[in-house]
Every structure is written in C-alpha cells, then in structure tokens.
C-alpha cells in the first residue's frame, strides 16, 4: 500500500542545469542550477530561472551561486532547498518529495564518499530512498543504447562543469576519462579573450550568447559576426566591439584537442574487442557542448571514428535514469542495478 501511493523520480543534478524525471509523466522540469540568496540575512531569494535571470544585474547584498562545481555537491543545505523549491513547483507542495524514492545521476570517477553524501542530501529532505547512478550509464540507456549486451559503447558528455568519456559494456563502465572544463569554462575562456583584446568587460550572460550564436568546433569558410556590448576597461563607459565565429573557434579549439586526446586514452584503456565494437557503432555525444556548431564534425575527422548527437542531448540522463526506476509491480533488471 505504501509503495502505491510513492513517487518516483529520476534526477540529473548537473552542474549548470537540472532535469527531473516524474514516472508515469516524463519530463516535469529543466532549470538552471542556480541560487540567488541575501548575503545578509541568508534568505532565498530565487531559485533557477528566476536566479539566472539576476546574473550581472543584482545588488551588492544578493549572492548567486551554483551550488555544484565540476558536477560535484558543493554547497550541501543550497543544493537541497534547491531540490525542494524544484519539486514544489513540480508537485504543487514540498511534502509531495517525502517518502519519492529518487535515481539521481553523478560523474564517473567520484568518491564513494562523494556518492553518499548525494544520497543522504535526497534522505534529508525527506525521499524514502535515493540511489546514485553513474551519469554516461543514464545516458547512454535514455538515448536508447543497449548497455546490457557484451558490446562496446563510447559516450561523449560535454556539459557544464565536466566532460565525461566512458566505454561501457555488459551495463558497467570499463574505461573512462574525466575533465573538469566544459561551458561554463568556456564562458570564461571568452570572457578573458574579450577583456585582453579589446579591453572590454563583458559578464558571463553575453560570453553565453555568444557561444550559442557564433560558437563553432570548425574552421568554417563562412564568417558570421556578432556585436556585444560590454564596459570600456580604459575610460570605463559602455561600448560595442563586434565579434567574429572565427575568434571564437580559436578560442574553442585548444579545448577541443584536449577532448580529443580524452577520448584516444579512453580507447586506449580498454580491451582490443571493445575498442573495435567503438569503431564499428560510434560515439554517442550528449549535453549542453552537444549543440556547439560542428562538433560532431571535428570530433569525428580527429578521431576517425563516427559521432552519432543524441535525440535529447540534454535532457537523455534524465530519461535514463527515469527508465531505471521502479514501481509496483515492476521488475527492475540490468548491470547499472547492480550497486543499488
């Protein structure tokens, strides 16, 4: 009787961006990671959206912060009120989360430590039972791979805090690379490019736009510009610079070889079969870094091997760890179980 009545959700907690799960519905949200709070008195003032939407344009006394870093918890009470106020405004009530059983996806190659700490953080705030799963086996098994079967698979997750590369076979992770850079680094990455050519200050919300709307993984005949605006460093007032897609590549192209040079020691750890099974059925490429402009392109022309974009890039984890859920009467089977 008790399970009747229980809800069941499969969440990717990522570091820039959250996606929930609800069975029997599908995806119930997706918002950023995000938390504006008074610096004062210690209050929430927004959650996701609402605290994106303050990045650059808040008062001195108003603090946002992502409570993740490089996919990891690191603000333990601003992650769980987070969680909260997200399935209140799922659910209608907070108290809806008590007694959910949740499946919620991690890097691989965190700490067990690191594990536990994600599972009591869902039991505090009430879930009645709370399993880690590793995030490229949620991937992987919501973009429709078939991780059960003695056959190699590579996925590719260029978020917002980590690029993941992991082979799988038989429902486990065989070999795996982990980098602490993705999006958000690169934001940054034009942030400085901007501020040490042309001596302009521009926020973080701008570098996003401008990755988005002119970012791109190749060397493109076609130039295409983008004016921004930004504050003048010398006389201090605003002023407008235009960018141009080929800057940005440059910018992006460093961190693409070091992606690159991931997923070649990925291939190179694992066994001869499995590394060939890659070869014949590709790279599966998911997250945010997905959607860059030819990425799948370049990817595939410096690693000889065919790259395949998931359906829902950003949102296959969260329908993977959704499949992985269960419910009464259900049987639950597969080698991603098998640490639950």
């Known amino acids: 009787m008790f399970n009747r009545f229980s809800k069941f959700y499969g969440i990717d907690l990522g570091t820039s961006n959250t996606v929930i799960f609800e069975k029997g519905k599908g995806i119930v949200l997706s918002e950023p990671t995000v938390v504006a709070v008074d610096h004062n008195t210690g209050e929430f003032l927004a959650v996701g959206a609402e605290a994106q939407a303050m990045i650059g344009r808040s008062p001195a006394h108003v603090q946002i912060t992502y409570p993740l870093q490089n996919g990891v918890i690191a603000n333990f009470d601003m992650t769980s009120r987070m969680l909260q106020h997200f399935i209140k405004k799922v659910q209608g009530r907070a108290s809806a989360f008590r ?167 990925t291939i190179e750890a694992c066994p001869p079969e499995l590394a060939g099974d890659v070869v014949e059925q590709g790279i599966l490429l998911y997250g945010g870094g997905a959607l860059l402009e030819g990425i799948d392109k370049r990817i595939s022309e410096d690693t000889g091997v065919p790259v395949h974009i998931a359906d829902s890039p950003l949102d296959c984890t969260a329908i993977g760890t959704g499949m992985m859920l269960g419910g009464p009467g259900e049987e639950r089977s597969g080698g991603w179980l098998a640490n639950a």
């Open 99 to 265: 007694s959910a059983q949740v499946y919620i996806s991690v890097p691989c190659g965190i700490t067990n430590v690191q594990k536990r700490a994600v599972e009591e953080t869902m039991i505090h705030k009430g879930a009645r039972k709370a399993v880690v799963v590793e995030d490229p086996l949620a991937a992987a098994l919501g973009a429709g791979l078939a991780i059960n079967e003695p056959m190699g698979h590579l996925v590719l997750d260029i978020g917002g805090g980590t690029c993941q590369v992991a082979v799988l076979s038989l429902g486990g992770i065989v070999a795996s690379e982990t980098i602490n850079r993705a999006g958000m680094s690169l934001d940054q990455d034009i942030m400085e490019y901007v501020k040490r050519t042309y001596n302009v200050e521009i926020g973080i919300r701008t570098a996003e736009e401008v990755k988005k709307q002119i970012g791109t993984a190749i060397d493109s005949s076609e130039e295409r510009r983008m004016d921004i605006r930004g504050r003048d460093m010398v006389q201090g007032l605003p002023r407008t610079i235009r960018l141009t897609s080929s800057e940005i590549f440059a910018i992006f192209d460093d961190y693409l070889k070091i992606v690159v040079d991931a997923i070649r020691a």
